[in-house]
């Protein structure tokens, strides 16, 4: 049985959002930027980061992880169901990402603290909240996302919304989605969701285990 608390992680939450930093915490233009994504398979969340070069768009490396879920799923706080896989999977990475884009929202969110920023403070790497749908705030002319007088992020052409996660600005958060960008998400974003949905597949076939991605068997992707 979980133990779960959702009052006590809202307040972790908003304890965590005070360690943001909103400005680039590395050097523009970045050698390299990981893309990192999610597959379900019964109780257990399969982890995926593609690391991709910035200027030329060709895959680094990939990896791979599987984590037992055993947290319900409760909206704004699905952080806590999601990193440890996102973030074994980063750390399964021989190279250290330069910016991490994760599927998830950043700074557009009730307490400012989504599963991108979540990652962004646990592994102390630069973050971007790239997200299908929208979470929270108001969406203007433009696409600025906002609470009240707050800037929570910006809304791009094919329904993609981006924010800042940790330790980058909007600016050069949109910047590298943009230029990472040949079809709806950015590539590392685009690979990591494809290599996910794969893997999902040949579990469900018996092509692959959970055990093997959990002990680090399978890392070579095919993509």
Same mark, same amino acid.
């Given at each position: ?20 930093? !909103?400005? =680039? ?27 991709? =070069? ?15 879920? &055993? ?10 169901? !999601? ?12 190279? @250290? ?14 307490? @400012? ?6 990652? *962004? ?10 997200? +299908? ?14 609470? *009240? ?9 094919? &329904? ?10 909007? =600016? ?24 996910? !949905?794969?893997?999902?597949? =040949?579990? +469900? ?9 959990? *002990? *680090? +068997?399978?890392? &070579?992707?095919?993509?």
């Amino acid at each position: 049985m979980s133990t779960f608390d959702p009052k006590k992680a809202v307040k972790v939450q908003k304890i965590l959002s005070k360690k943001i930093i !909103e400005k =680039d915490m590395f050097i523009f233009p970045p050698r390299n930027v990981a893309g990192v994504d999610l597959a379900y398979i019964g109780d257990y969340a399969i982890g995926v980061a593609v690391l991709m =070069d910035f200027d030329g768009l060709h895959i680094i490396e990939t990896a791979v992880s599987a984590h037992k879920i &055993n947290i319900p799923y409760i909206p704004t706080l699905l952080a806590f169901r !999601e990193i440890p896989a996102m973030a074994k999977a980063i750390k399964r990475l021989r190279t @250290r990402p330069d910016v991490i884009l994760v599927d998830a929202h950043g700074k557009i969110h009730p307490r @400012r603290f989504g599963a991108a920023s979540h990652l *962004g403070v646990i592994l102390g790497i630069p973050t971007i909240g790239v997200a +299908k749908s929208p979470l929270y705030g108001s969406i203007y002319d433009g696409g600025k996302i906002v609470d *009240g007088d707050d800037l929570l992020g910006v809304k791009l052409n094919k &329904n993609v919304y981006v924010s800042v996660g940790h330790m980058i600005s909007l =600016d050069t958060a949109v910047k590298i989605v943009e230029k990472m960008r040949l079809y709806r998400l950015p590539e590392p974003l685009r690979r990591a969701h494809k290599a996910a !949905e794969k893997i999902k597949n =040949d579990v +469900k076939l018996s092509r692959i285990s959970v055990e093997d991605i959990m *002990g *680090g +068997k399978i890392s &070579n992707l095919n993509l």
